[in-house]
């Protein structure tokens, strides 16, 4: 069975690295977008499976590239994570009202990671 795929947008090399480890050691094929401007292109050019991206990045903020994926006919229905700082009621809605599915804070516990995942997409 093909590994599921998973893109990763951060603007942070360090985190993108731990998100990577983390999901590759779990069996999951990890591709690391810099940026919202880079998760876009990358994600026209391929289908994943599950996106994980964070909120403040230079260019397209997380929420900017959830709204543009949802309006593309691949990504409808596509789970989309938000793994960032932002832990504010305000928005965790706007999140959830722009596509996303969840909400990961930072710093996260690669194993609680790991199982939403795994809930998300097996």
């Known amino acids: 069975m093909a590994k599921k795929k998973i893109l990763t947008v951060d603007d942070s090399g360090s985190l993108r690295q731990m998100v990577v480890f983390s999901l590759s050691a779990a069996g999951y094929e990890v591709v690391e977008a810099v940026d919202g401007n880079d998760g876009l292109n990358k994600a026209r050019r391929e ?12 260019g397209m ?3 900017a590239l959830i709204r543009t ?10 789970p989309i994570l938000m793994l960032t700082t932002e832990a504010s009621a305000e ?3 706007r999140g959830r009202l722009a596509g ?5 804070v930072k710093p996260f516990d690669p194993q609680r990671l790991i199982e939403v995942v795994k809930k998300v997409i097996g």
């Open 91 to 93: 928005m965790k809605t």
């Open 69 to 78: 994926l949802r309006r593309l006919p691949n990504y409808q229905t596509v």
């Open 47 to 58: 289908k994943y499976d599950l996106i994980l991206t964070d909120q403040n990045m230079p």
């Open 100 to 104: 996303a599915n969840g909400w990961l």
């Open 61 to 63: 903020d997380g929420i």
